[in-house]
């Protein structure tokens, strides 16, 4: 009886360890799942390859403003450094003595207008009494001497209404001197753009022999971006280029991108090339006009200027999201038919968008993995899922 009691306590010790090793026996058995990454297909695709070059913004016009007459600024109800628009009132100069000279200058003319008046009506009683002396003195009714003298008034009357008629002609003449010296006093945007730093504060006597310049006015929209252009880029693009699917340069919608590396909202346009070539540099200036109705551009900042050289056929495109470095060499993930990870060098062309352009390494067709890189090797199985 103490026997077998004994071996019942001893298999109830030997059980719970027996089945320990066979649980730990089962998980070892058991293998982790592939790694799950995100694939796109290698494709083949005519591109447009481009080139940037650098270019300077600038201002396509710049408006010196002026005082034409000389007096007391007034007013400049602007914000310096605020864009103004072309006839939004800048400047106003005190006007006081131009609309004295104005009203004087109307005064001689109505004073002009009384005596031509007066000077008429001497001239036609001269020629009535010619007229009324004429037959009496052929009658001898009169001296000859009184028509002669009859006569004489009446050419001096005619001149007094010429000399009149002049005064009128001098008097209109002053009154639009005095109101182009009036309209001169308030000064309107000549053009549409950003307006400098005063020269003058108001309160300060303008104007003058030195016609001395208030601000100045920068126009912005459109504004123009130069660059140089290489020669022998200039010469395939130019109007006797031989490849036909290439345009102009002159017909392309030129790609801006800025200092900060953003593609601006507004394409450019070729406005003109330089006549010559420089021979230090090899180059043309080329000068772009580009929309800027929101003035974020602005003169003096830079900007790369995108040009479109060829468009290569079949182009093979690799999502750039797929290439790695490592130690200078190129490299990208491709996984198999038997979804086994195979490490690729890889030569890369120019960039098309999100893709790259490659010349050797890949085919079309090939899977590429765009996600999930860090997970795998060479040789490892995964679970793909396409991008």
Sequence with gaps: MKART?????????????????NEANEANVQAPPPSVVVQTVRRQTVP?????????????????????????????????????????????????YVAALRS????????????????????????????????????????????????????AK??????????????????????????????APVTGL????????????????????????????????????????LALSRNRTDPNVAALRDQ?????????????????IYAFSPTVDPKTGTITVEAHVPNPDGLLRPGGFARVRVVIENRPDAVLVPQTAVTKS??????YVVDSKNEVVLRSVTLGPQYKQYFVVQSGLNAGDRVIVEGTQKVQPGVKVAVKSG
């Design 253 to 269: 919608d030129l790609q801006i991108i800025l200092a900060n590396d953003k593609v601006y909202a507004y394409p450019g346009r």
């Design 327 to 332: 130690q200078g060499v190129d490299t990208v």
């Design 159 to 188: 001149g007094d209404v010429l000399v009149a008629r002049a005064q009128i002609a001098s008097a209109q003449a002053a009154i639009e001197n005095a109101q182009i010296n009036v309209g001169y006093t308030t000064v309107y």
């Design 105 to 156: 200058a109307q005064a001689a003319l109505a004073q002009a207008h009384g005596n031509t008046v007066a000077r008429q009506a001497a001239l036609t009683r001269a020629n009535l009494t010619v007229a009324r002396n004429r037959p009496l003195a052929a009658d001898k009714a009169i001296p000859q001497k009184d028509l002669d003298n009859a006569i004489q008034n009446a050419e001096i």
């Design 6 to 22: 004994a071996a019942l306590v001893l298999a109830a010790f030997v059980a719970p360890v027996g089945c320990g090793h066979g």
């Design 49 to 97: 390859i481009s080139e940037d070059f650098e270019g300077t913004f600038g201002a396509i016009e710049s408006v010196q403003v002026r005082a034409r007459v000389e007096g007391t600024l007034e007013s400049a109800p602007f914000k310096e450094g605020d864009l103004v628009r072309k006839g939004d009132l800048i400047f106003r100069i005190q006007d006081n003595e």
């Design 195 to 234: 307006i400098g730093f005063l020269n003058y504060d108001v309160g300060n006597v303008v104007g003058g022999p030195g016609n001395d310049v208030l601000d100045t006015i920068t126009a912005i929209d459109p504004i123009k971006v130069t660059f140089a252009l290489d020669e022998p880029t200039y």
